[in-house]
């Protein structure tokens, strides 16, 4: 690899050297001043493939070149904008905004400097506003390839995860790490969280991004390295024992993402995101994972507040006296750990009534002892009242002893005589409808899809309103939406026949896809950026069926 470049240098006649902010195998990252643009400051990506050759170095930057050209198409505000790409020194650099935050990595060595790690509702969270993501690039048709708590952002003015450091761009620039004769993967990603399909054959798909994604969120649930979360004898995950309060819905959410085969794990970001929603339906909004807050606080580089809850690591004395989680609540879990320390490999005891108590079930058995005990007795009383008035004497009294229990005198208040209002002299009060200001009418145009194939539609944004859109469609069907603008910017809602948002996916995003819950009118709603004309493209196709798996028969043998 080449020398690092001076600080102080200037690329391009523009961007300005003034940090090295990290170095891999394939190169390095610096921040940069763009003093072309008011000395923002922005990110330097530089790659320096090993040359074996004119012609090998000419088909690198051809691929380079087209990687990043595909990478410049994305546009989504988790992910920074790549504005640029260019040669110089024999160095190729890709120019990029600047997400100024914490890594993941970092967040999480902070908190175990604190002997704490993110708790099942911070992950949660987390795990939300990367899926996203994820579906925005694998409706692309690009992979990450190296998703880590290295290669994702807290970012500082939002608190949102950004997406870091794309390895496409990676596997196109190691073709030429490889002989021109022989045509294999490239292997691009990190041990332990890359799956194994990755690792050993370069091949990846949009579910091996979902594995890593897995892992990271196990990692920060943990605070272990994942080679300290597999069974070496066995190669299976067994990172359940770290987090013994963690509700088994979530649980089983990660295991499917964590599957060693791609066809035993989720096959998209919506399928998980598909998941969640179906367990927020299942137990209610109050248990489901995500819900346990109505505003949880945004993500800080340290805790947000002190610790009540969760479990020490084991010690050789292991005295924690901590208290269980209670579903999912954003508390921090308090570890005794280090730098992802795996000096401790016994987990923490569990109670086994604890965990009973602590499920769905558990809650419910312990309401209905609740409601029978407080129904039973009072009943119990009044009947035993009852039979003892009864053979005292068989004159009935006015009313039962019962009936007028001696009470604080508080409890029973003198009354009051008030004049009753004068009804007429106040005009009546208009219903609540009346006072609700009605929405702008705007008027949809319906369009007419067939199954199956693809409808597309362009035009020009009128910035002072949305455009809209009316599909009639049949409940269970599929719909995928995509939504392009020039300029960037807009985006679209897609709202079910009761006028609210299919699913949270479905609010300010350019890409949906989903199994439609009812029958009716949906709307797509393409917002435009607010005071700026542009054009859009939309594309709209229903019914998405799975593709089917062709098993080949034998040819029959010819005697």
């Known amino acids: 690899m080449q020398p690092p470049i001076p600080l102080g240098t200037l690329l391009q006649q523009r961007y300005r050297v003034t940090k090295i ?71 190729l650099f890709l120019v990029q905004e600047y997400a100024e935050g914490k890594t993941v990595a970092k967040t999480l060595s902070d908190r175990l400097k604190n002997n704490t790690t993110f708790s099942e509702a911070e992950a949660v969270e987390f795990l939300q506003n990367m899926l996203p993501v994820l579906s925005h690039i694998h409706g692309m048709g690009i992979i990450h390839r190296d998703i880590s708590p290295d290669n994702i952002i807290f970012r500082d003015r939002d608190k949102l995860p950004v997406l870091i450091d794309f390895g496409v761009v990676k596997a196109g620039v190691t073709q030429l790490e490889v002989s021109t004769q022989i045509h294999q993967g490239t292997t691009v990603g990190k041990a332990g969280y890359a799956p194994g399909e990755q690792l050993q054959t370069g091949e990846a798909y949009a579910n091996s991004d979902l594995y890593a994604l897995a892992v990271t969120v196990v990692v920060m649930m943990t605070g272990r390295k994942p080679e300290s979360l597999i069974d070496k004898s066995t190669m299976t995950w067994k990172w359940h024992q770290w987090v013994p309060t963690l509700t088994p819905w979530f649980a089983k959410i990660l295991n499917k993402m964590l599957s060693r085969m791609p066809n035993s794990r989720y096959q998209s970001a919506n399928e998980v995101a598909q998941a969640l929603r179906s367990v927020s339906d299942f137990v209610g909004p109050s248990a489901a994972p995500g819900h346990a807050t109505g505003n949880l606080t945004p993500l800080t580089g340290i805790p947000s507040r002190p610790t009540t809850s969760g479990y020490e690591q084991p010690s050789t004395t292991n005295n924690s006296g901590s208290v269980p989680l209670s579903r999912v609540k954003r508390t921090t879990t308090s570890v005794k750990s280090s730098n992802y320390s795996a000096k401790n490999t016994q987990p923490p005891p569990q109670n086994p009534l604890r965990g009973i108590l602590n499920t769905p079930w558990g809650t419910a058995l312990g309401s209905t002892a609740a409601a029978v005990i407080f129904i039973i007795i009072p009943l119990f009383l009044v009947s035993r009242s009852l039979t003892t008035s009864s053979s005292g004497s068989k004159t009935p009294t006015p009313e039962p002893t019962l009936a ?154 010819s005697r």
Not at 51 to 72: C, I, N, P, T
Not at 82 to 89: G, I, L
Request: aromatic residues 6%; contains cysteine.
């Open 21 to 91: 902010l990290g170095q891999g195998g394939f190169g390095r990252t610096y921040l940069s001043q763009d003093t072309g643009c008011f000395d923002e400051m922005c990110v330097l990506k530089e790659f320096s493939p090993n040359d074996r050759g004119r012609d090998a170095l000419k088909k690198s930057k051809e691929l380079f070149q087209r990687e990043a050209q595909v990478l410049y198409q994305i546009n989504h505000p988790q992910i920074p904008k790549f504005r640029a790409n260019f040669e110089e020194q024999k160095r």
């Open 404 to 557: 007028t229990p001696a009470t604080d005198p508080i409890a029973t208040p003198t009354p009051i005589t008030v004049p009753p209002p004068v009804v007429e002299s106040v005009p009546p009060s208009p219903p609540v409808t009346a006072t609700t200001p009605a929405p702008a009418t705007v008027t949809a145009e319906a369009l007419s899809v067939e199954v199956g194939k693809p409808l597309v539609k362009e035009g020009a944004l009128d910035p002072s309103k949305p455009t809209v859109f009316s599909l009639n469609l049949p409940v269970g069907h599929k719909l995928k939406a995509s939504l392009a603008s020039t300029p960037a910017g807009a985006t679209m809602n897609i709202l079910a026949p009761n006028q609210a948002n299919v699913d949270v996916y479905a609010k300010n995003t350019v890409n949906w896809e989903g199994t439609l819950p009812l029958a009716g009118e949906y709307r797509i709603e393409i917002v435009p950026l607010a005071g700026a004309a542009s054009n859009y493209k939309l594309e709209v196709i229903t019914n998405l069926a799975p593709t089917p798996e062709v098993s080949a028969s034998p040819a029959p043998v």
